[in-house]
């Protein structure tokens, strides 16, 4: 029976271990894929309005461009979104191996 829950808490520890992984890779892909978002809508904007896509894409890249650099250069936020995924990796390793202890009580 021990076997069992050893087995048991190993599986639950690998489900977290999993889920944290995935909700860092997210947290961090949408810092990636956000400006690239905001360039498809603003090409879907321009192309509404009557402007060619390839236009209105030569057009948002440098908009998105200057979003970013507005962005880069407000003191203390890139360092708190940053703060922000690496706490969140860190709890993470901590639910993980949190289920050690666990697993030696019920050894």
Do not use: C, S
Request: hydrophobic fraction near 60%; charge should be positive.
């Amino acid at each position: 029976m021990k076997n069992l829950n050893v087995a048991l808490v190993r599986l639950l520890q690998f489900v977290v271990f999993v889920l944290f992984t995935f909700i860092v890779l997210v947290y961090f892909g949408t810092m990636v894929l956000l400006p690239l978002d905001i360039v498809v809508l603003i090409t879907k904007f321009l192309n509404v309005l009557g402007i060619g896509t390839l236009f209105g894409a030569i057009v948002a890249v440098p908009v998105v461009a200057y979003l970013g650099k507005i962005v880069y250069g407000t003191p203390g936020l890139i360092q708190m979104i940053i703060d922000n995924g690496i706490d969140l990796a860190n709890t993470g390793k901590q639910r993980v191996e949190a289920f050690n202890k666990i697993a030696e009580a019920a050894k």
